[in-house]
């Protein structure tokens, strides 16, 4: 599955108040992650996606995706373990004088159809995998 969403940043969307967007997904396992920032945005237009408030997307902290007619596109293996299959985008603009929409992209799988795809992973593959990158371990 392959799921579409816009988010429209409207003038006066500051970090502080940020356009919110919060998006229903299925069980599964996202597998990529698309944003594409239209032309127009001249780096001004910041989106971020959060999973229950705990940002997952870009992976550093307090941090924003920024571009200009550029698609960002993220491969992970990111597990939507239980209900509810909720992600929330954040956007927010530098710029006063237009609004843009973004449009982000999640492509989710089934997963047993990930793990055929990508090789089975252990409990024990993925702690070592999220220390390797500096993150908790799984809740």
């Given at each position: ?95 006063l004088t237009y ?41």
């Amino acid at each position: 599955m392959f799921y579409e969403f816009p988010i429209t940043v409207a003038v006066g969307k500051t970090r502080a108040d940020p356009a919110l967007q919060v998006i229903k997904l299925t069980q599964g396992l996202i597998h990529r992650l698309e944003i594409e920032f239209p032309d127009g945005c001249t780096g001004l237009v910041h989106v971020r996606v959060l999973w229950l408030d705990h940002q997952v997307w870009p992976t550093n902290p307090n941090e924003y995706f920024t571009s200009d007619g550029h698609v960002i596109i993220v491969d992970d293996y990111f597990e939507l373990y239980g209900p509810p299959y909720l992600l929330k985008i954040e956007g927010w603009s530098e710029a006063l004088t237009y609004s843009h929409t973004v449009t982000v992209r999640i492509g989710v799988l089934p997963k047993a159809v990930a793990d055929h795809v990508y090789g089975k992973m252990t409990k024990s593959d993925i702690a070592t995998l999220r220390e390797a990158f500096g993150l908790s371990p799984e809740e």
